[in-house]
């Protein structure tokens, strides 16, 4: 079998198998304090064994609406006030202990507020130890008998263990004693007084199953991490009054196994549990407290120590240790004491203190960073990274959270009312924790040698000795021989008595060998009836083995049908994941196309929505164009209308002024001169009538009420003429200013006169005029008009000298 390799932690030699796929939540416990004094308010209660409950204190409201909200969390187990430090021991640190003796590493922390009983549970008080004395009593009281002589292993820089021979060992053993060394403590001193009540346990507690045929070493360190930096409490420094030298902070390494360790921080072996607590006090008092508001003593740093516990295999003869590195097994438990988070405000912290309160604060978020991060990879398949490098304390210990060792917390709380939401963020904290699970740590290696080596050698000198005792025993059970010499030649006594004595004897022996030939049939007829049983039980065995081995062989088939079963599904389920992924990827995008083909469709429907109200302007506007366009048509032929039937009543006004008109009457033919003037005056006149809409409509009209006096002049002046021939003459000129040819003619011209914005047309009964905005305007057709006019007085000339040539 493969040797097991010198390491720290230890890790497996194969780092995936079927033990290390097996995995144990972090063990989680709850410690509650007795209140300081008993009239204070408590604001935590015990439920069960399991179970605890927070109430908010009084006047505390959680919710806006102002009700309180208790709240429970669970763990592994809840230790009340009344709890003994043995019983919490017996549960939480005695299995650690004795996975340590077997070879696996463990960590065990304690973890809340200030004042909260952190450092009384892991290290106790006088008349009542912690944690720390009762691992140290129950490690030595198991190995005690097999411990190597010192300086047999011997450490190094590199985190691993050297192995040297006896003689060796006891050279160095005699170096070191020339020189005293007060990192090497001796077994020889008297116990300090001040912490002789600590280590002074009561109850005797020892691991079962020790092996008995390797040698054990034991090695102590002790570091606490300040403001985020490491520093050894077990390193003397030599004492300068003149220039003190600080302490120098340590470097964290990590070894060839990859694991995580603090480069040249010092290690001593200790051989008792007296040697062991004296270096872990002298540590102790270098440690960094101080008084703060909360806590006359409180820890201003993370304190961790470590018991390295190193065995090596007997030799075949059971003498000596095998002098094979590779055959070191080297396991470790780290017991720390995490320095207690606090808000500032209520410690009152300056300086410092403020600082050291800061640090503290910072590298307890990043423990509880990455206790949510491994959870949130555990729970949903997740790989973010774990920020262990965020601070020194997560960085050390980043080993046991991979798998290298068992894991236990021990929250400790205050029920007290003031440490009421510090209290609420360690249970939140604890709750996260418990659901962070660790690999099991696997079974040391063995090394291959014969188990029993060390007692079956040392009895075997001793059967020789045995057989004499018994030879002599035997010897002295026969009757004494008498005196044997002879004074006399007639002595007749001394001889019979020898030959009865000898004769005594002989029956004494021959009775002795009866009863040991009986005693020897009997043993043979017990030892047949024995090997008759064996055989039986063997024949028995052999049967129930082969019907073990077909009942395993089946299993195995049945394994493997499993598996390929188990590979078939795999298959699917990855072919199925490719096919989802497929179906996903084309959901996403119809999902796209639908939401682009929904945006077109919003798009053109916005656009019909504009185009429809667009051409709804455009109807209605269209409506009112024709309407006004109907009512201007409809007033132009309602005024054309009137038009006639004014020229009628004119013309019969003309008519009858002719008829009853005197004969010898001759009006003076009017000149065309003071005609134009005339209409020019007439067309001076501004219209009382505001602009009309239907202006072009009456452009005609006033042309033609334009000509009408004129033709009435024409008329009069033109007495002699015939009636007849003038009013059909008339009538035919009238009609061509009515025309809708020349009001087309008139719009026309309008559009054609871009400065002219507005122009509003003023119809009367008598003049012919219109208006523009701001000037007056004479009717479009004047000259026409005039010419008319002519033709009327050409006429009237005409008739006037044909008349005088009558």
């Known amino acids: 079998m493969k040797p097991a390799r010198t390491k720290t932690p230890r890790k497996p030699p194969v780092k995936k198998g079927s033990q290390t796929s097996l995995k144990d939540p972090v063990g989680v416990y709850c410690r509650v304090r007795p209140l300081s004094l008993p009239e204070q308010e408590c604001c935590i209660e015990v439920i069960s064994n399991t179970t605890v409950q927070l109430h908010p204190p009084e006047g505390y409201r959680l919710n806006r609406n102002g009700d309180y909200k208790e709240t429970q969390y669970s763990f592994k187990q809840v230790f009340g006030t009344h709890t003994t430090q043995k019983e919490l021991f017996d549960v939480v640190a005695n299995p650690l202990v004795d996975d340590l003796i077997h070879g696996k590493n463990g960590l065990l922390f304690t973890y809340g507020v200030t004042g909260s009983g952190k450092t009384h549970t892991m290290t106790g008080s006088p008349g009542e130890g912690g944690l720390l004395p009762r691992c140290l009593d129950m490690l030595f009281n198991s190995i005690g008998s097999f411990q190597a002589k010192r300086y047999v292993f011997k450490s190094n820089d590199r985190n691993s263990m050297d192995i040297q021979c006896e003689v060796d060992a006891l050279l160095e053993r005699q170096k070191r004693e020339a020189t005293p060394n007060p990192k090497t403590p001796s077994s020889k001193r008297q116990v300090d007084p001040e912490f002789a009540d600590m280590i002074n346990v009561q109850e005797f507690c020892k691991a079962e199953e020790v092996d008995e045929d390797s040698v054990y070493g034991v090695f102590v360190s002790y570091i606490e991490i300040y403001n985020n930096y490491i520093y050894d409490l077990l390193e003397e420094v030599p004492f300068d009054p003149i220039k003190p030298k600080p302490p120098q902070s340590k470097l964290l390494r990590e070894d060839k196994n990859h694991n995580m360790y603090v480069a040249g921080c010092t290690e001593v072996e200790v051989k008792s549990t007296e040697e062991a607590f004296e270096v872990f006090w002298r540590g102790q008092k270098k440690r960094r407290i101080a008084n703060t508001h909360l806590n006359r003593e409180s820890s201003r740093s993370h304190s961790v120590f470590n018991i390295k516990l190193v065995q090596a295999p007997l030799d075949a003869d059971g003498d000596n240790v095998l002098q094979e590195k590779e055959q070191i097994t080297i396991s470790q438990l780290s017991l720390v004491d995490l320095a207690g988070s606090e808000r500032t405000n209520r410690t009152k912290a300056e300086g410092n203190r403020l600082r050291e309160a800061g640090n503290i604060n910072q590298s307890l978020m990043t423990l509880r960073t990455c206790m949510e991060v491994l959870r949130e990879n555990q729970t949903y398949g997740t790989n973010k990274m774990v920020p262990y490098r965020d601070s020194k304390l997560t960085h050390l210990f980043k080993n046991y959270f991979d798998g290298e060792g068992k894991v236990r917390l021990i929250v400790c709380v205050n029920p007290k009312a003031e440490d009421y939401e510090e209290s609420l963020q360690v249970m939140r904290f604890a709750e996260v924790t418990q659901e962070v699970e660790v690999a099991r740590p696997t079974d040391k290696a063995i090394c291959g040698l014969t188990p029993g080596r060390r007692y079956r050698n040392q009895a075997r ?39 009865e004595a000898l004769e005594k004897r002989h029956h004494l022996r021959q009775m002795m060998i009866d009863e040991f030939h009986k005693q ?17 039980k063997e024949n028995y065995i052999q049967g129930k083995l082969s019907e073990k081995q077909k009942v395993i062989s089946g299993q195995k088939s049945e394994i493997e049908r499993l598996e390929k079963k188990n590979k078939t599904l795999e298959y699917k389920v990855e072919i199925l994941e490719k096919t989802t992924t497929i179906y996903e990827e084309d959901k996403r995008n119809l999902q796209q196309e639908l939401e682009t083909q929904n945006q077109k469709l919003q798009q053109q429907f916005s656009d019909k929505r504009r185009l429809e109200a667009r051409l709804q302007g455009m109807v209605t506007e269209t409506t009112m164009k024709w309407e006004k366009e109907c009512e201007r048509r409809v007033a132009a032929k309602q005024l054309e209308m009137q038009n006639k039937l004014w020229v009628k009543d004119e013309k019969l006004k003309q008519l009858k002024a002719i008829v009853i008109e005197p004969k010898t009457e001759r009006p003076e033919r009017p000149s065309r001169e003071r005609d134009r003037e005339k209409a020019t005056q007439r067309s001076v006149s501004p219209s009382p009538v505001p602009p009309s809409s239907n202006c072009i409509a009456q452009i005609s009209n006033g042309q033609q009420l334009m000509s009408q006096p004129q033709l009435h002049r024409c008329s009069n002046s033109c007495s002699s003429i015939s009636v007849a021939s003038c009013i059909s003459e008339w009538e035919q000129k009238i009609p061509s200013y009515n025309t809708p040819l020349n009001v087309t003619s008139i719009a026309r011209r309008r559009q054609q006169e871009p400065g002219q914005s507005k122009t509003c047309i003023v119809s009367d009964r008598r003049r012919g005029m219109y208006w523009t905005e701001g000037r007056e305007v004479v009717p479009s057709l004047r000259n026409e008009i005039e010419i008319e006019e002519d033709h009327c007085s050409r006429g009237a000339e005409k008739l006037h000298s044909g008349g005088l040539h009558s």
């Open 520 to 536: 020897s049939i009997t043993f043979k007829a017990l030892l047949q009836e024995f090997d008759n049983a064996v055989l039986n």
């Open 461 to 499: 000198g001793g059967p020789v000795g045995d057989e004499l005792l018994v030879s002599e025993v035997v010897l002295q059970s026969f009757p004494p021989l008498p005196s044997c010499e002879i004074l006399d030649i007639n002595d007749e006594q001394t001889l019979p008595r020898l030959i």
